[in-house]
C-alpha cells in the first residue's frame, strides 16, 4: 500500500503539475490549486526528506529553505504579514520538487519511461481528439490547441523512439520518432522544436563519445526511410492549401529571425525591458517590489501584480537576482553532471532524461520551465544514481565512483560524493 501511495504521489509530480491532465486548460482552477499545494508540501519535504538527499540535494535544500525564511521574514518586516504574497515564495521554491521527486522516486520503485510515453499520448489523444481541441487548429499561432509547456512533453517519447531504434534497428521505432517529432512542428511552438532538435543532436553526440551501448547509427536504413516517406508523402503536401503552408513557415522561421516575427519580438521588446532593470538588484533581485511593480506589458489576461517574463533566465534573475538564478542551475546542472559521470555507458532512461533535461535548458531560454519539468530533473538524480537490476538485460554499465571497491586505492570520494 505505501509504495502505491508513493506512485500517486510521483504521478502528481510528474504530471498534475501541467495542463495536459486537467482538459488541456492551462486556466483550470484545480491547476492552480495543484501547483500551489504542492508546491508548499514540497517546501515542507525538503526537512523531512532531507537525510534522503544525495549530498548536492542537500545543499540546496539549506539554499532553498535559508532563501523561503528570508522572504517571510522580509514580508514580515515590510509588510506587516508574514505572507505578503505566496505566488512570490512559491515561484522561487519550484525548484525544490525536483527535491522531493528524487525522495518519492526512491519509494515510489522504478519508473520506466515507455510507461510515461503511453501516458503522454493518452492524454493528448484524449485532450486533441477526444474533447475535439485540434479541429480548431488552422496552422497558425493564434490557433494552437496545446501550450508550449505541454508540448515540451513530447521531447520524451521523440527521444525515446529514438533511441529504440538505435538499440534495436526497428523501422516502426524509427517512424514513431519521426511523427512524433512531426507532431511537435506541427503543434508550432518554435522553442520546443528548438528543445527537440538540440535532443536529437545530443543524442548524436553521446552516441560518438561512446556513452551509448546501441552502436553506430543506421545510415542506409535511415536514409532510405526517408526516400520511402518522401514518395508516400509527396502527393499528400501537393494538395495542401498553399496560402496555410507558406503561413506556418512563416511561422516556423520565427525561430531565426525573432526581431520579424510579431511573437518573438514581443518577448525581445520584454526582454530587453527587464535585462535593463537587473543591474540595479543583481544578487538577490527585485522580489516583493517586483510583484508589486506588475508586468510592464498591457494584456487584458495578465493580474495587476507579479511578472509573467517569458525567459526562465530573466525571470529568475530579475526576481530572484544571480542567487535564485544559481540555485536553479545548480539543481539541473548538478543533476546532468551526476548522470554524466556516474554511468559509463547511459541506460534507456538514462539518456532520455539526460536529453530532456538539456532540452529544458534550450526551453528556458524563451519560456519558463513547466513546473512539471522540475520533476524529470528530480527523477534524472533517482536514475542517475540507480545501478542496473540483476534480473535485467545488462545493456549498460554503472561506475560508483565513490564506492572504495571500485577504486580501492585512491581518495576520489570528496571530489565526486557531492551528486
Known amino acids: 500500500m505505501k509504495i502505491w501511495i508513493y506512485r500517486v504521489v510521483l504521478f502528481v509530480l510528474l504530471f498534475g503539475m501541467s495542463a495536459l491532465i486537467y482538459g488541456g486548460n492551462a486556466l483550470n482552477p484545480l491547476l492552480d490549486k495543484a501547483v500551489s499545494g504542492t508546491t508548499l508540501i514540497g517546501i515542507i519535504a525538503l526537512v523531512i526528506y532531507y537525510f534522503r538527499q544525495p549530498s548536492l540535494y542537500k545543499i540546496v535544500a539549506w539554499l532553498l529553505v535559508l532563501g523561503v525564511i528570508g522572504l517571510v521574514l522580509e514580508s514580515k518586516y515590510e509588510y506587516g504579514q508574514f505572507v505578503y504574497s505566496y505566488f512570490v515564495i512559491k515561484r522561487f521554491a519550484y525548484c525544490g520538487?525536483?527535491?522531493?521527486?528524487?525522495?518519492?522516486?526512491?519509494?515510489?520503485?522504478?519508473?520506466?519511461?515507455?510507461?510515461?510515453?503511453?501516458?503522454i499520448f493518452a492524454f493528448y489523444i484524449i485532450n486533441q481528439l477526444f474533447?475535439?481541441?485540434?479541429?480548431?487548429?488552422?496552422?497558425?499561432?493564434?490557433?494552437?490547441?496545446?501550450?508550449?509547456?505541454?508540448?515540451?512533453?513530447?521531447v520524451i517519447p521523440c527521444v525515446y523512439y529514438l533511441m529504440m531504434y538505435l538499440k534495436d534497428r526497428k523501422i516502426p521505432?524509427?517512424?514513431?520518432?519521426?511523427?512524433?517529432?512531426?507532431?511537435?512542428?506541427?503543434?508550432?511552438?518554435?522553442?520546443?522544436?528548438?528543445?527537440?532538435?538540440?535532443?536529437?543532436?545530443?543524442?548524436?553526440g553521446l552516441s560518438v563519445i561512446g556513452k551509448l551501448s546501441t552502436g553506430g547509427f543506421p545510415v542506409g536504413r535511415t536514409l532510405g526511410t526517408f526516400v520511402v516517406l518522401l514518395i508516400l508523402l509527396a502527393p499528400a503536401l501537393a494538395v495542401m492549401p498553399g496560402n496555410k503552408v507558406n503561413a506556418f513557415m512563416e511561422n516556423i522561421g520565427g525561430i531565426l529571425d525573432p526581431k520579424e516575427d510579431n511573437t518573438g519580438s514581443w518577448r525581445l521588446e520584454q526582454s530587453e525591458y527587464y535585462l535593463s532593470k537587473i543591474p540595479d538588484k543583481p544578487i538577490l533581485g527585485w522580489r516583493y517590489v517586483g510583484?508589486?511593480?506588475?508586468?510592464?506589458?498591457?494584456?487584458?489576461d495578465f493580474p495587476e501584480?507579479?511578472?509573467i517574463i517569458h525567459s526562465q533566465y530573466i525571470d529568475m534573475l530579475y526576481n530572484y537576482g544571480a542567487v535564485g538564478l544559481a540555485i536553479n542551475l545548480l539543481i539541473i546542472l548538478g543533476t546532468l553532471v551526476a548522470i554524466y559521470r556516474r554511468n559509463k555507458v547511459f541506460s534507456i532512461e538514462q539518456t532520455v532524461l539526460f536529453c530532456f533535461l538539456i532540452s529544458g535548458l534550450i526551453y528556458a531560454v524563451s519560456y519558463q520551465l513547466p513546473v512539471f519539468f522540475w520533476g524529470f530533473v528530480g527523477l534524472g538524480m533517482?536514475?542517475?544514481r540507480k545501478q542496473p537490476s540483476d534480473d535485467s538485460s545488462t545493456d549498460y554499465q554503472t561506475v560508483d565512483i565513490v564506492d572504495d571497491s571500485v577504486i580501492p586505492s585512491f581518495r576520489l570520494t570528496t571530489k565526486h560524493e557531492i551528486i
Open 173 to 204: 521505432d524509427l517512424l514513431w520518432m519521426l511523427f512524433t517529432f512531426a507532431f511537435i512542428v506541427f503543434l508550432l511552438h518554435r522553442s520546443v522544436i528548438s528543445a527537440a532538435i538540440i535532443a536529437i543532436g545530443v543524442v548524436a
Open 97 to 119: 520538487l525536483a527535491l522531493m521527486t528524487y525522495a518519492v522516486a526512491t519509494q515510489a520503485g522504478e519508473l520506466k519511461i515507455q510507461w510515461a510515453n503511453y501516458l
Open 382 to 384: 533517482y536514475y542517475a
Open 131 to 154: 474533447l475535439g481541441q485540434i479541429f480548431s487548429y488552422n496552422l497558425t499561432s493564434e490557433s494552437r490547441t496545446v501550450t508550449s509547456n505541454e508540448a515540451l512533453y513530447l
Open 305 to 307: 501584480k507579479g511578472t
Open 291 to 300: 510583484y508589486d511593480n506588475g508586468e510592464i506589458m498591457e494584456n487584458e
